[in-house]
């Protein structure tokens, strides 16, 4: 049977599987939509800028001859009585890992075509993913009062600065651009686009409820390179 | 039940994927100006590219005259020869190179030679151009703003880059890094295009090991880019905010001007790293396109199947690896730690076995082959020999304790624009003659091809066989004049004044060319639709050119690999992809050939 997200060939499994699907003809991957194949090598090249920003980061820490400022105290907060360590970005951080919970509800709700459910998860990742930049911004505010800037900062070296609002702010960039795609999304489920295959303006191809989980692989991308972000930078 | 791969008409097996109707231009501004067709965009970026790589042209001539007739020039002071220098070297590499093979061949021979109607995202593939094409006039811009364009060299070395001291150090290398940047962003379009579609949107049989060679290299390239564009992305990221928001990313303490500037304890190493990184694999993203395309070459116009065609494709896959481990053999002297210098060295030289192998299979494949001196074969073999040459003083350079004396010398000058100037420029004459008949439909002039390739082809060997000669006396590179330098004698003098004649004469003479093309395009003959007597897909097509949807209404079904040339007991000397088994022509006169002994009827 021929669809554009692939039929129904009977497949053996794993290794002879793996090898069978990459000798034949037509697709290597077989079931897996073009949008998504294309989503999975852009996060694969994605992965190389991320990965060039933090080994930058790692290089000038250990180039730079000056002091690094200790991640606790800098980016600690107090509410009234003593400084909680890290209190902002663990929420962050937690808040940002339960928007991948909810674009898995999202997934989940689109293939059974449930349009309102599906929304109402979309629209909720959409949510969270604004808080996380929203914080982020006061997370700024708050560095940018205490006099910490790109080429300076009150307590060492001026990398510190420098690579925090770069990889912060590249990443805090992607979660936004997320965010205004899941509204995109979540108004052409509205909208039932999906059901009537409207065309994409973007791509020009038919739409399909798969687009909602190509949409999810980027969000959990996302969301995977804070974890590395969040490793290095605050816990380092 | 495994994939079954179809020889005979009953095997073929149903489309995995429906048919996509395709987006129907209508006015003349969708179909030719904003088109999403990805034979439309890949001659809009061929016509960029050379357009811009013809500006790199002119810029080395002006090189050359400094070089050969130093003290003649007013107009030329040092400052604007470090930035001709620059420009040739990036225009060359990333805008015309890069961009013609992957922009233009990938574009133009992907969905044909796979069978596709079109890359699976053309809305995309349309904006993948358009950024270029931003990118390009950025480019151009720089050329035009206070101080000129950047003249840190292509190599674009901090600290020196963004230092007062330097030609262009304003503006010009800002918008050097934003039209790099754009560049990226506008490739990831086109190449996100080119990845897919290789890997999904190939037509019933053609599985990855029919594929064309041509393919192979432009796919595998691209996946390099996609890997290696990221490290100089980054690179311009940072150093654009080192020069506009003065941060230390890349600069260490420094004195400029007699006074220490603001910048603090950055690493000019980590950008030598990250541009490395990326600049590595550029020679491969130009080179593998490069091997594919003569591969092609090669067979068709030696009437003989490609030698090793398996052993051909892991070795483009294998370069493609190895190239990203490489990349410190360009820092031998940089002052990184010399265990490393040992490890590159070790890597850069197991590049060479691949390599090796594929050239001695190019010759395997023209070894009794029924060789026809067609144009595009020509160039091919000139490619191979080229190549060659390029690749042994590869050697040299790639052992640390040789490059160390011969590194920044007019030796590693001759190399690169051996290996990847010169070859990759022979293959794309070859490739464009090639194609010509197809894009256009019409024949180019043999006498004027004739002549453009010996001229091209022994004009290349005067211009760079004597700079290996004077990188040796240790005539260094990227200098503006050398005056009396003691250990330079007379005769290099008179060599370089030689070497910028021949240079002008090859460069005036690619107006041959462009008049071959421009004329035969509109008044050259009518071609065959398969003039080469090809077997691959976009020779077979029902229109020539081919038209929007390359196939007419049914999509061709591919029954053999790209390589049935002179297969014994079939009439003609070439069997077409898409002819099944059973309806070959055969020298009996009637219809079939037997079944290879590993078929087996579909069940
Ligand atoms: C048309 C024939 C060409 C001529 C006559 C020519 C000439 C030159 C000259 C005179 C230099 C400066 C050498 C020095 O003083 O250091 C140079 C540099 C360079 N050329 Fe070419 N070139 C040609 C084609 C190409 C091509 C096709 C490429 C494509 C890869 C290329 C890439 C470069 C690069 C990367 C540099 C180094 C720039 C730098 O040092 O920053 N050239 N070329
Ligand atoms: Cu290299």
């Known amino acids: 049977m021929a669809t554009d997200s692939g039929g129904s ?222 490793a290095f930078f605050y816990l380092w | 039940m495994a994939y079954f791969i179809p020889t005979a008409a009953e095997d073929v097996a149903p489309a995995e994927v429906a048919e996509v109707d395709l987006y129907h231009p209508h006015s003349f501004v969708t179909k030719y100006v904003f088109s999403q067709d990805a034979k439309v965009i890949a001659i809009q970026y061929s016509f960029t590219a050379i357009a811009i790589g013809l500006v790199a042209l002119v810029l080395s001539w002006l090189m050359r005259l400094q070089l050969g007739f130093p003290d003649t020039f007013a107009f030329i002071s040092a400052e604007a020869y470090y930035q001709f220098i620059t420009m040739h070297g990036m225009i060359m590499v990333i805008y015309l190179l890069t961009a013609l093979f992957l922009g233009g061949f990938g574009n133009y021979l992907i969905p044909l030679m796979v069978g596709a109607r079109d890359m699976v995202f053309p809305y995309v593939n349309m904006l993948s151009y358009w950024i270029y094409l931003l990118a390009v006039l950025v480019l151009l811009a720089s050329m035009f703003v206070p101080g000129g364009p950047t003249g840190a060299g292509w190599t674009l070395y901090p600290p020196q880059a963004i230092l007062s001291g330097t030609p262009g150090s304003g503006a010009g290398i800002i918008l050097m890094l934003v039209s790099l940047a754009l560049f990226i962003v506008g490739f990831t379009m086109g190449g996100l295009n080119y990845v897919v579609t290789v890997l999904q949107a190939r037509t019933r049989g053609m599985s990855l090991m029919r594929m064309p060679l041509t393919v192979w290299g432009i796919f595998v390239a691209t996946i390099l880019a996609l890997l290696a564009f990221p490290a100089l992305f980054v690179g311009a990221v940072m150093m654009s905010l080192d020069k506009i928001l003065g941060t230390s990313f890349f600069m260490p303490a420094i004195v400029e001007f007699g006074e220490l500037s603001d910048y603090d304890g950055g690493s000019p190493l980590l950008f030598q790293h990250l541009f490395w990184f990326f600049g590595h694999p550029e020679v491969y993203i130009v080179a593998l396109p490069g091997f594919g395309i003569v591969s092609d070459l090669l067979a068709t116009h030696a009437r003989r199947n490609i030698f090793g065609y398996r052993m051909m494709v892991w070795a483009i896959v294998i370069i493609g690896g190895l190239s990203f481990i490489v990349w410190a053999h360009h820092m031998y002297v940089s002052g990184m730690n010399p265990y490393f210098g040992f490890f590159f060295a070790t890597t850069t030289l197991i590049i060479a076995v691949p390599t090796a192998l594929k050239v001695y299979n190019w010759i395997l494949t023209l070894w009794k082959g029924n060789i026809h001196l067609t144009i595009p074969m020509l160039f091919a073999i000139g490619f191979i020999v080229t190549f060659v040459n390029g690749g042994i003083t590869g050697l040299f350079l790639g052992n640390a304790v040789v490059d160390v004396p011969l590194s920044d010398t007019m030796f590693v000058v001759a190399h690169f624009h051996m290996v990847m100037g010169v070859a990759p420029i022979l293959v ?169 002994a590993a078929h087996q009827p579909a069940e």
């Open chain 1, 9 to 230: 060939v009977a497949q053996p499994d794993g290794v002879s599987g793996f090898v069978s699907d990459w000798a034949s003809d037509q697709r290597a991957f077989k079931n897996v939509p073009w949008g998504k194949a294309m989503m999975w090598i852009f996060l694969l090249s994605d992965t190389f800028i991320f990965g060039c920003f933090l080994l930058s980061y790692m290089t000038v820490r250990m180039s730079t001859t000056e002091t690094w400022p200790n991640a606790s105290e800098v980016f600690a907060l107090s509410f009234g009585g003593e400084p909680i360590p890290l209190i902002l970005i663990a929420i962050m951080t937690f808040i940002l890992i339960t928007s991948s919970g909810t674009m898995v509800m999202a997934v989940n709700y689109g293939y059974r075509k449930a349009r309102a459910k599906t929304v109402m998860w979309l629209l909720l990742t959409a949510l969270f993913g604004a808080t996380f930049v929203g914080m982020q911004a006061v997370e700024w505010t708050k560095l940018i009062e205490d006099g910490v800037r790109p080429w300076g900062n009150p307590w060492g070296a001026p990398q510190f600065g420098s690579t925090f609002f770069m990889i912060t702010g590249f990443h805090g960039f992607h979660v936004s651009v997320g965010v205004l795609f899941l509204l995109i999304v979540a108004r052409k489920v509205w909208r039932g686009d999906f059901d009537t295959e409207k065309r994409g303006f973007f791509t020009s191809r038919k739409g399909r409820y798969e687009i909602v989980e190509t949409m999810g692989l980027y969000w959990h991308f996302v969301d995977l390179v804070w974890v590395f972000i969040f």
């Open chain 2, 428 to 596: 794309i004459f070859g490739a464009i003659y090639h194609w010509f008949p197809k894009i256009t439909g019409r024949m180019f002039n043999q006498t004027l091809g004739q002549i453009h390739f010996w001229v091209t082809f022994l004009g290349a060997y005067a211009i760079f066989l004597p700079l290996h000669y004077l990188g040796l006396l240790g005539v260094p590179r990227r200098y503006y004049e050398m005056s009396d330098t003691l250990f330079i004698p007379e005769s290099a003098v008179t060599l370089n004044a030689f070497v910028s004649v021949v240079a002008l004469t090859v460069g005036v003479a690619q107006v041959i060319f462009l008049f071959n093309m421009i004329w035969s395009a509109y008044k050259g003959k009518k071609a065959d639709p398969n003039p080469w007597r090809a077997t691959t897909l976009e020779w077979q097509t029902p229109e020539n050119p081919p038209a929007h949807g390359n196939f007419g209404p049914e999509l061709p079904v591919v029954y053999r690999w790209a390589y049935d040339y002179s297969v014994p007991g079939a009439k003609e000397d070439f069997i077409p992809q898409n002819v099944p088994q059973e309806e070959v022509p055969n020298t009996e006169g009637g219809l079939g050939l037997p079944m290879p």
